[in-house]
């Protein structure tokens, strides 16, 4: 069993930034990946971004390549989402989620997910 708690969400003005946590706990990582995504009201979840924990090798959706970045504290188990020049149709609850092996941008291959953050962007 894994749990996972999310963090940091909130509400920002464009052009701002924001960093959210996901906080494991339960069975080990070194064998498993972790991802990022949201879901906007009226639109279906959508992946984000995704890290391989014993690798460090991400994946990004393209809307969010080099204004996003994902990483890892071992240590701490914990996973980061880095949000830079977040735009309002960032506007969406924000779910990190674990799997088993390596990264993938597919939320049925998660098997864990967290509560969700809500993140917010004003124009």
């Known amino acids: 069993q894994v749990q996972l708690v999310e963090s940091g969400g909130g509400l920002v003005q464009a052009g701002n930034s924001l960093r959210l946590s996901c906080a494991a706990s339960?069975?080990?990582?070194?064998?498993?990946?972790m991802g990022w995504f949201r879901q906007a009201p009226g639109k279906e979840r959508e992946f984000v971004a995704a890290?391989?924990?014993?690798?460090?090798?991400?994946s990004y959706l393209d809307s969010v390549k080099g204004r996003f970045t994902i990483s890892r504290d071992n240590a701490k188990n914990t996973m980061y989402l880095q949000m830079n020049s977040l735009k309002p149709e960032d506007t969406a609850v924000y779910y990190c989620?674990?799997?088993?092996?390596?990264?993938?941008?597919?939320?049925?291959?998660?098997?864990?997910w967290g509560q969700g953050t809500q993140v917010t962007v004003s124009s």
């Open positions: 339960g069975r080990t990582f070194s064998s498993s990946a």
């Open positions: 989620a674990f799997k088993w092996g390596v990264r993938s941008t597919s939320s049925g291959a998660y098997k864990y």
């Open positions: 890290i391989t924990w014993s690798s460090g090798d991400t």
